[in-house]
């Protein structure tokens, strides 16, 4: 089992979210990075959940990647109030009924991912004075109504806002925070094993 696995969801990957992914991986001691942009698969969902679409071979390992983990982390900024459609439709494809969830004879979610322990760490322009106008969706979207309804329960969350306007010493700081988090993780997943 891999101690963390690291999704970096930005298109870019000369972006600070990119950069924020990679420094968090390198300081847990046990870590894999996917960057979905290298991914080669359709993100549309084309038929819905009526019809199964072929699993290409690099989706494949990644919900291998995902099943093998201690720790989901996803990086990604928000965009338009959301994530990017990249990891919208990687969750469209990747996270399959009866797979990564199941619905109980209840009616009721349960999660199939073994991870227990999640981290979001979002991006945004967005100064955090607005947030409680703007909210966050695309936290509650990821934490809530995808990590956690796939079995992921303890999931944190950390946000680095205003990036636009950051300093180059503020950019630097928040990729040290990922590395320090990255450092703690690794020590609970070292652990949680032993």
């Not at 894999?32 to 989706?59: K, N, Q, S, T």
């Not at 944190?156 to 990255?182: K, Y």
Request: proline fraction near 7%.
């Amino acid at each position: 089992m891999t101690g963390a696995l690291v999704l970096d969801a930005h298109p870019d990957e000369r972006s600070l979210t990119a950069a924020i992914a990679r420094r968090y991986a390198d300081a847990h001691a046990d870590s894999r990075v996917i960057a979905l942009r290298d991914l080669d698969f359709d993100p549309i969902l084309r038929f819905g959940y009526r019809e199964r679409m072929a699993m290409e071979p690099d989706l494949d390992e990644a919900r291998r990647a995902l099943h093998d983990a201690q720790t989901v982390v996803i990086a990604t900024p928000l965009w338009w109030g959301s994530v990017p459609a990249l990891l919208k439709g990687f969750f469209d494809r990747a996270l399959l009924p009866r797979q990564e969830y199941r619905y109980r004879p209840s009616g009721l979610p349960e999660g199939l991912l073994p991870a227990r322990n999640g981290r979001l760490l979002l991006l945004a322009d967005t100064p955090a004075l607005l947030t409680p106008f703007t909210g966050m969706p695309a936290q509650r979207h990821v934490v809530q109504n995808t990590m956690r309804f796939c079995g992921v329960r303890s999931v944190r969350t950390t946000r680095m806002l205003s990036v636009r306007q950051a300093s180059p010493a503020r950019r630097e700081a928040w990729l040290d925070r990922a590395a320090r988090l990255g450092s703690a993780d690794g020590v609970r997943d070292a652990r949680s094993r032993v």
